[in-house]
């Protein structure tokens, strides 16, 4: 028995029926059990009895984070069976069969080796073709693996690549509604996961004590991590300004970033308790076009200045996309050096590297 006056903590106090003590933190795969003891009883204590009430809310709420976005296609090559598979994996895991079916079209690639086939031998006739010789002189000022000579030859994949993304140009260019949006995915894409600190903990949990219980709440309620990309998407949008031309949720990006205040708060930083930090800016120059957003006004100022000349992104950059309002989106304080980590990356094959050869780093 203590002495007297000594400090009795709150879970002693009484008779041990009355007063049962707290069970130790649970051992779970996901982060709720790092922030709070999932079993702890409190009048805000988020999870029904089954969880699955609340779980359909949590899900269709975020949900509509991602079915902002009119039209979802990914492009997928036909003979590429097994990379559709993981693709529409990884999509049915956060949307559910019914809407994946209903929202995520798979939009046939076009087939760079097939195209190239036919020009050489003065068979294509097509008028999406792109101009295979270009001048890497600028994007070596942002790629240190550029080999010279800087004159250089689009490979078949990036030939692909590009004509793949403006056939859907086209459809976007053609929407009766000029509000409509397409979200363009190529089948590698991967979604946010949070990264790990050595302390095994997510690297995004400035907690304070209000935000532990909206935050596991969440994770109680979902625990998949498929559903990571969601919140971070769900908070990325409270920053996106109205007037976004091209939004990216994946660019490998170079030089200077403008970062947006966040209109709610002032701050660069969309958190607002109960999601994920998300930062999104301008960016200057950048890389990859496996996870990027636009609109019918957009579209149609890409078209306008065709033809592609060299590998679709590093045209884009080169050009500063026309004009148009570019933005981009990270989730805070992670990936290389805490510069953001993409909502959605680019999975490389076993060796590392992309499927698609990449010219300007070719001798």
């Not at 204590?45 to 991602?66: C, K």
Request: charged share 25%; with cysteine; net charge neutral.
């Amino acid at each position: 028995m203590p002495s007297k006056g000594a400090y009795v903590p709150p879970h002693r106090r009484g008779t041990a029926k009355a007063n049962p003590p707290l069970p130790p933190p649970q051992t779970t795969s996901n982060h709720a059990s790092q922030f709070v003891h999932a079993d702890r009883p409190s009048p805000r204590h988020f999870v029904s009895t089954d969880g699955s009430t609340e779980r359909a809310s949590i899900l269709s709420n975020l949900r509509e984070s991602l079915l902002r976005f009119t039209r979802i296609c990914c492009i997928n090559l036909s003979r590429r069976e097994d990379q559709w598979k993981q693709a529409s994996y990884r999509l049915r895991a956060m949307l559910g069969d019914k809407l994946f079916q209903q929202r995520v079209e798979r939009f046939p690639a076009v087939d760079g080796l097939e195209i190239m086939e036919q020009y050489n031998n003065n068979a294509y006739d097509g008028d999406d073709m792109p101009i295979l010789e270009w001048d890497a002189t600028k994007n070596a000022m942002y790629d240190k693996h550029i080999q010279p000579p800087m004159n250089k030859v689009m490979s078949a994949g990036e030939v692909g690549c590009a004509m793949s993304h403006v056939r859907l140009w086209k459809q976007v260019a053609n929407f009766s509604d000029d509000e409509s949006t397409m979200l363009i995915l190529e089948d590698d894409c991967f979604f946010y996961q949070a990264s790990k600190r050595k302390t095994d903990e997510p690297s995004w949990p400035r907690l304070r004590a209000r935000t532990r219980e909206d935050r596991s709440r969440v994770f109680d309620t979902l625990g998949e991590k498929s559903h990571l990309f969601l919140i971070a998407l769900s908070s990325a949008w409270k920053v996106v300004p109205d007037d976004w031309d091209i939004l990216y949720l994946g660019l490998s990006d170079r030089g200077e970033r403008k970062y947006v205040q966040n209109n709610n708060n002032n701050n660069t930083d969309s958190d607002d308790g109960g999601g994920i930090p998300v930062h999104v800016f301008k960016p200057e120059y950048g890389f990859k076009t496996h996870a990027y957003a636009l609109n019918k006004h957009s579209a149609s100022v890409l078209l306008s200045h065709l033809p592609v000349v060299g590998p679709l992104d590093v045209w884009l950059a080169d050009n500063e996309w026309f004009g148009l309002n570019v933005y981009c989106t990270v989730v805070a304080n992670e990936g290389w050096q805490g510069e953001g980590k993409s909502l959605i990356s680019q999975q490389r094959g076993i060796s590392g590297s992309s499927d698609i050869d990449q010219s300007g780093r070719k001798k």
